[in-house]
T-cell receptor
């Protein structure tokens, strides 16, 4: 299994500012995913990031609000831009596992707990 | 209708109880069904997966799929305080890497 770390683990930010979340994996992976987990809501996929190409965003999420970088096979960042209190959430990154795509196991980082005032 | 529905609970049981956690789904094309466990302030981790209908057992955990009624279950026997966590069902969308998650059920096992 992959070991994933995220920075920061938590942050409190002011409305209108931006925060960049880092995700580091201990092995090279093809696909990295960014999720949002809001209280009482499903874990929701924001975007999929492949190295060397633009991230693919899910319906309801746009690049201007959540720009993503994927400079190499072990690292990705997610920026939450022009934040509002509605962006308060846990943000998680995950990577695809070695299952060969049959059941799409994903390994998750510990999450970044964001509070926007 | 959401693709995956899960009662968020919370669910509180005494130690040793049998726990039943459930999800329903809407897309009959789904083939794989997964259960993730998430401890407080941690990321989810895969607990079990099943393919198509039937049961799969792993120690005290049993995953069950009924495709005719689009219903999946996770049973925990002899529940322990260490089982206290949020349990999320997840289903891979066919033809993509995307996982569709239920809201998660928060379980507390009281000693």
């Amino acid at each position: 299994s992959a070991v994933i770390s995220q920075k920061p683990s938590r942050d409190i930010c002011q409305r209108g500012t931006s925060l960049t979340i880092q995700c580091q994996v201990d092995s090279q992976v093809t696909m990295m995913f960014w999720y949002r987990q809001q209280p009482g809501q499903s874990l929701t996929l924001i975007a999929t990031a492949n190295q060397g190409s633009e991230a693919t965003y899910e319906s309801g999420f746009v690049i201007d609000k959540f720009p993503i970088s994927r400079p190499n096979l072990t690292f990705s960042t997610l920026t939450v831009s022009n934040m509002s209190p509605e962006d308060s959430s846990i943000y998680l990154c995950s990577v695809d596992g070695p299952s060969g795509g049959s059941y799409n196991e994903q390994f998750f980082g510990p999450g970044t707990r964001l509070t926007v005032l | 209708q959401k693709e995956v529905e899960q009662d968020p609970g919370p669910l509180s049981v005494p130690e040793g109880a049998i726990v039943s956690l459930n999800c329903t789904y809407s897309n009959s094309a789904f083939q794989y069904f997964m259960w993730y466990r998430q401890y407080s302030r941690k990321g989810p981790e895969l607990l079990m997966y099943t393919y198509s209908s039937g049961n799969k057992e792993d120690g005290r955990f049993t995953a069950q799929v009924d495709k005719s009624s689009k219903y999946i279950s996770l049973f925990i026997r002899d529940s322990q305080p260490s089982d206290s966590a949020t349990y999320l069902c997840a289903i891979p969308e066919g033809g993509s890497e995307k996982l569709v998650f239920g809201k998660g059920t928060k379980l507390t096992v009281n000693p």
